[in-house]
């Protein structure tokens, strides 16, 4: 079965520290690949995604993904964090035909100290 | 522009006790997703809606869950009689046709079954 699997549960840094956050999928078939945010008592939003072409993908809020295909993953980067970027991270992947119907990783709580 | 919207946010019911949850998704959107989050686990997808077919119920736990979506506009999930196992947030998403990849999730509705 397919699955996502996302390093850490729980990550704490300070701020303007570097993130990057791990997501492994198991999948031999065509993906394509996400990571989406929920902020506290937000809904999940989109940060970033990938279907094809470079697999350096930047997204929203200075968050960059890179999509490592020999490795299957996509790990999601950004070099200095700020406080408003806790929240929880998922990395989510879906078929290259059915784009809608997620396969979520377990999530990873971010806390960035001020 | 307004998103997707559900209800209710919170519902604490008992075991055996019936529960319907309620999606409005964005308005033109004709895709609209359910997804279940058990405490501690990953999102799970749960079905897919384009219109008011069902496009896939693969993720649909059991039939003591019924999703409809009358004419194509919101949609409810039904859970009955509801066993404990079924606490969880639920949350419900949707997408225009041919927008690939990007869903727009509500802020889910979190169900309590004691």
């Known amino acids: 079965a397919q699955s996502v699997s996302q390093h850490n549960h729980h990550v704490i840094l300070s701020e303007a520290a570097s993130l990057e956050l791990g997501c492994n999928y198991s999948y031999g078939g065509t993906v394509n690949l996400f990571w989406y945010v929920q902020y506290p008592g937000q809904h999940l939003q989109l940060l970033l995604k990938y279907f094809s072409g470079d697999p350096l993908v930047k997204g929203i809020k200075g968050f960059e993904a890179e999509f490592i295909k020999s490795k299957f993953s996509f790990n999601l980067r950004k070099p200095s964090v700020q406080w408003s970027d806790t929240a929880e991270y998922f990395c989510?992947?879906?078929?290259?035909?059915?784009?809608?119907?997620?396969?979520f990783g377990q999530g990873t709580t971010l806390q960035v100290k001020p | 522009e307004a998103g997707v919207t559900q209800f209710p946010s919170h519902s604490v019911i008992e075991k055996g006790q019936t529960v319907t949850l309620r999606c409005d998704p964005i308005s033109g959107h004709d895709n609209l997703y359910w997804y279940r989050r058990v405490m501690g686990k990953e999102i799970k997808f749960l079905l897919h809606f384009v219109k008011e077919s069902k496009q896939d119920e693969s993720g649909m736990p059991n039939n003591r869950f019924l999703a409809e979506r009358t004419g194509g506009t919101y949609s409810t999930l039904k859970v009955q009689p509801a066993e404990l196992e079924d606490s969880g947030v639920y949350f419900c998403a949707s997408s225009q046709r041919g927008q690939a990849g990007e869903l727009f999730f509500g802020e889910g509705s979190r169900l309590t079954v004691l």
């Open positions: 989510a992947v879906s078929h290259s035909g059915n784009t809608g119907k997620l396969i």
